[in-house]
């Protein structure tokens, strides 16, 4: 099976290193808090919005640094490898946000010992390009956190599981994950059914 990953918040844990840096950094303005929760953690506080976008872009890549893996992922990703599925590891980081996303993310795969066999960079503005980069290499299945990934995925007949998250748990639309233990089995079981079916037709 080829299995279509995301990175931040499926592989990393990008939105608490996000939440935390927020949390600290609004002590240094009004102090505020958090005044709306439920809501993405990008407009959670009281910050003007052009201020924020211009935060977000100056320090993602600073934050980037302190990203560390989700628990169990390295383990069972290189179970699903050597059962004979195919990892393609299909992230938004290709986005001017970071000044050497390639590199950046190659050393960071590596460093948490995340094993792949083939990374590809896409726009996360353009949620219709994860869709394309998966029809384009057969991607069986989608993991992402992003409902509007997991949503274009289905409308071009791509099985996507959520991955879930603080932000997207009023989501009721996509099969819903939540470690990757659980991956692993639903992916094991799904393994299990295509099978069962050849052997139906055969008999
Ligand atoms: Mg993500």
Same mark, same amino acid.
């Given at each position: ?5 995301? !990175?931040? *918040? ?13 949390? *600290? ?11 709306? #929760? ?11 919005? /052009?201020? /924020? ?10 934050? %980037? ?11 069972? !990703? ?10 393609? !590891? ?14 950046? =993310? !190659?050393?960071?795969?590596? #460093? ?5 066999? /083939?990374?590809?960079? +896409?726009? %996360? ?5 994860? %869709? ?5 290499? *057969? ?6 956190d992003? +409902? ?8 071009? *007949? &791509? #099985?996507?599981?959520l991955f879930d998250t603080e932000?997207n748990k ?6 819903r994950v939540n470690s ?6 639903? &992916? ?5 059914? #295509? ?5 139906? =037709?055969? +008999?």
């Amino acid at each position: 099976m080829r299995i279509g990953v995301d !990175i931040d *918040n499926v592989l990393s844990n990008f939105n608490e290193v996000l939440l935390n840096d927020y949390l *600290n950094h609004d002590k240094s303005l009004r102090n505020n808090g958090i005044v709306n #929760k439920d809501v993405y953690i990008r407009k959670m506080f009281d910050w003007p919005e /052009e201020y /924020e976008k211009e935060y977000y872009k100056n320090n993602i890549e600073r934050l %980037a640094v302190f990203f560390e893996p989700i628990k169990d992922c390295s383990k069972y !990703i290189k179970l699903l490898r050597k059962e004979g599925n195919k990892i393609y !590891i299909i992230s938004g980081r290709d986005n001017g946000e970071y000044s050497d996303p390639y590199n950046m =993310t !190659i050393n960071w795969l590596k #460093k948490y010992d995340i094993e792949y066999d /083939e990374l590809i960079l +896409t726009n %996360a503005y353009n949620h219709q390009e994860k %869709a394309d980069i998966c029809l384009k290499n *057969n991607i069986d299945i989608m993991i992402d956190d992003s +409902t509007n990934v997991c949503s274009k995925c289905t409308d071009n *007949n &791509i #099985k996507s599981l959520l991955f879930d998250t603080e932000y997207n748990k009023k989501e009721n639309r996509f099969e819903r994950v939540n470690s990757w233990e659980e991956i692993y089995k639903y &992916i094991n079981n799904h393994e299990q059914e #295509k099978i069962n079916v050849i052997l139906d =037709t055969d +008999t």
